[in-house]
């Protein structure tokens, strides 16, 4: 699996529109901080690197669904001290079959007045702000002040020949 970064593209969409686009505002509320809503399933592994690298560019908080199997990996015995401290919050979701799209609408509906911004990417994404020091900073650009939705195409990059983690 590769790292996948992103370009940006903005969309003046309704905020009602489909939840699989990557960033969705409400309105007026941009000074509100930004979460981050995934899924995660067998990504113990690399939960950590994940989660530490959106504490880094500034989100706000991050919501994983725990979509791994009733009896597998727990997220909380790699990033404890990250839910401890209030940073991320787990749901569980745990042996559901075809779920990313019911975790992104259940965690939209419960969290979309707390945030100014969502975003919704895989565990195995990694937003990369090349002009920007911050999510914050990226999101207050010109060019999304009248946008509800941003959509962010995705580049995936190969292993790099690399057999092992």
Known sequence: MGIVRYRIKCSLLRIQQRLTLIALRQKNDGDKGTALCCIGKNENRY????VEWYRKIGFSRIF???NNDPDGERFESVIQDYIDDGFVEITDFRGRKICQMETYQDCYLKHRSE???MAFFDMD????LKQDRNV?????RDIFRRCDLIHINWIC?????????
């Open 64 to 66: 994983i669904y725990d």
């Open 157 to 165: 990059y190969g292993d790099n020949g690399h057999l092992h983690y």
């Open 115 to 117: 945030y100014g911004w």
């Open 47 to 50: 939960v950590r690197e994940f």
């Open 125 to 128: 994404e990694f937003l990369d």
């Open 136 to 140: 914050g900073e990226f999101l207050s």
